[in-house]
Every structure is written in C-alpha cells, then in structure tokens.
C-alpha cells in the first residue's frame, strides 16, 4: 500500500499512505496551533501574573469586586458546552449525522449562552465604573491607576476569550451545515474533532481565567 | 479511523466531576488560606485542564508523538513565566553603578 498509488478519499489524501497517518497529521497539526494559541493567552497570564505581584492589595480588592457566582455559572454553562461537544464527536465517530447536529446546536446555544452571561456582566462593569478610561472609579483605593491596570487586565483577557467564543460558534456553525449536507462518515470526521479540539482548548483558558481573576483573593473580602 | 470510542458514561463522569470541581473552587475561595488559595485554586484547575485535554480531547488516545509536543507547549509556557518572574523580581537586587 506504502508506494502505491490510491483513489483519492476525503479520508485519504493523495499525499497520505494511510488513513491513520492522515488523521495523526490532522491532530498534531492542530496541537501546534493550539500551542501557538497558549503562547498568544500566554502572554497576558504572564503580564497579570507580574502586576498581581507588583500590586497585591489593589489587585486583591478589584478582583473581589467581580461576582463569582456568575463567574461559576459561566464556568459551568462552558464544562456543559465541553460535554455536549464531546457527544457531537462521539455521534460523528458512530456516524449519527441526527445526534451530531442535535449536539453541535446545544454546544452553539450553550456558547452563546455564555457570551450572552459574560455581555451581562460587561454591563455590570459600565454601570459601575469598573471600565478603565476617564470614568473610573473604584470605592476604597487611592491608587486608581493599579486597579484601572487590573480592569484593562480583565477585558483584554475576558474580551479575548469571548472573541474565541464567538469564532468557535461561527466553526460550529459550518460544522452543523457541513453535517446536514452529509459530508461526513465514520471514515472521516476529522473537521468536527478538530473543531472539538479547538471548543475544549477555549474551555481549557476559561478554567484558568476563572480562578486567577475572580477568586484568589476572594478570602479577603 | 482508528480512535477507540469512549462511552458516554465516561464524558459523563468527567463532566460531573468538573462541575463539582467547579463548585469546591468557588466554595474553598472564600476560606481563608492565606498563600495558598493561589495553590489551591491553581491545582484544581490544572486537575480540570487534565481531565478536559485527557478525556474531552482524547489525548490520552493520542499517538506519543502529539503527547510530546503537547508537553513541549506547555515547558515553553513554564520557560515564559519563570524566565520573566525571575527578571522582574531579582532586578532589583544587585546595585548597578551611576543609579
């Protein structure tokens, strides 16, 4: 099989010698995206990490302002949106096209159920003052610059997190279209597990955000 | 393709057990453990990164290969973190001249 030539499937390319060794190329190929991807997070963690440090008392008192109910809710609505992901994989792996949809739709509902939480509490933050510019104000500080540094903080890393929400639902979106029109089989799903790999990874991100901004000075209070 | 098929009571289990871990994150928060909230609540989710990645991304399916590179991502991060913290808290250390 190895040098021979073979008809060309979706689930074996031309350039491939077996359908295993194409799948594993798709997986790996989409690790090291992902991998790029916890760099590009990474920075961010990095620079909150260091001014968490520099600054702990007024770090400490903007991130209890931030309500950790909705913060679990949020966490929560994304482990169920992980689950039902993970269902739509496993219907493409038995080749259910009925329960792939059904699951993929509840994974988008659940998505932007979660956007639709985060827009509440964004919200929040605007009527409070909480968004760093020349109205903001946080009650119990005189160092309104370190606790804007906390706010900016917050939304760039909240903010981009919910953009990765918003592409995943756009991906789910074609997935569902895609699996409506039949295009895929037991034989080959690959853009359904691979579009899996990216919903979990954003899941992955949310787990950190979660505790490092909304609870670890929470004792504090 | 050559994945084996988990059962759903599998995902069920581990979903469950990241609700619950989810619930103990946001209830030990409010406990007063000085340093090491920040530990705890970092273990936890490190349990729950595991889980997701193991189960929900089949990595525990994966060839060695996609492992490898998978640790490889994260020593990069660790590199990232530890490298910058030990610029950013050490600098101030050692006196330098004409300062």
Same mark, same amino acid.
């Given at each position: 099989?190895?040098?021979? $030539? ?5 689930? @074996? ?11 594993? $190329?798709?997986?790996? &190929? ?10 590009? =997070? ?6 909150y990490?260091?001014?968490? +440090?520099? /600054?702990?008392? *007024? ?11 909705? &913060? +679990? ?5 994304? @482990? ?5 992901? *993970?269902?739509?994989?496993?219907? +493409? ?26 827009? =509440? ?18 009650? &119990? ?19 981009l ?15 569902? %279209? ?8 037991? !034989?080959? /799903?690959?853009p359904? !597990? ?7 990874? *954003? ?6 955000? =979660? ?5 670890? !000075?929470?004792?504090?209070? | ?7 759903v ?5 581990? %979903?469950?057990?990241?609700?619950? @871990? ?5 209830? #030990?928060?409010? #406990? !007063?453990?000085? $340093? ?8 936890? $989710? *490190?349990?729950k ?19 490898? #590179?998978?640790l490889?991502?994260? @020593?990069?991060?660790a ?21």
């Amino acid at each position: 099989m190895a040098s021979e $030539a073979h008809v060309e499937t979706l689930a @074996l390319r031309e350039q491939f010698d077996t359908e295993a060794q194409q799948n594993d $190329a798709s997986t790996l &190929g989409m690790w090291v995206f992902l991998l790029t991807e916890i760099m590009f =997070f990474g920075g961010l963690f990095m620079m909150y990490t260091v001014y968490r +440090a520099v /600054y702990p008392n *007024v770090f400490g008192l903007a991130s209890s302002t931030l309500n950790e109910i909705i &913060g +679990a809710a949020n966490t929560a609505v994304l @482990l169920c949106s992980s689950f039902t992901m *993970v269902l739509a994989v496993r219907g +493409a792996q038995l080749g259910k096209r009925r329960t792939v949809m059904l699951f993929l739709v509840l994974t988008i509902i659940l998505g932007l159920v979660f956007l639709g939480i985060k827009g =509440f509490e964004w919200n929040q933050k605007f009527q409070e003052h909480h968004v760093p510019g020349p109205g903001f104000h946080l009650e &119990g500080t005189a160092l309104q610059g370190q606790a804007q540094l906390f706010f900016s903080l917050y939304f760039a890393m909240t903010g981009l997190h919910a953009l990765h929400m918003v592409i995943g639902c756009g991906l789910m979106l074609y997935l569902l %279209w895609k699996t409506y029109q039949g295009t895929y089989s037991p !034989d080959y /799903y690959t853009p359904i !597990d691979m579009g899996g790999l990216y919903w979990h990874f *954003v899941d992955i991100i949310w787990i950190f955000l =979660f505790p490092l901004l909304y609870l670890i !000075d929470r004792h504090l209070k | 393709m050559t994945h084996p098929i988990d059962s759903v009571k599998t995902y069920a289990w581990v %979903w469950i057990i990241l609700l619950f @871990l989810t619930a103990l994150t946001t209830a #030990v928060a409010h #406990v !007063d453990l000085g $340093a090491f909230s920040v530990v705890v609540a970092l273990t936890i $989710a *490190v349990v729950k990164m595991l889980l997701v990645a193991l189960f929900f991304m089949h990595l525990r399916h994966s060839n060695q290969l996609t492992k490898l #590179v998978v640790l490889g991502g994260l @020593l990069w991060l660790a590199l990232l973190i530890m490298l910058t913290l030990a610029d950013v808290f050490s600098r101030g250390w050692l006196g330098v001249p004409g300062r």
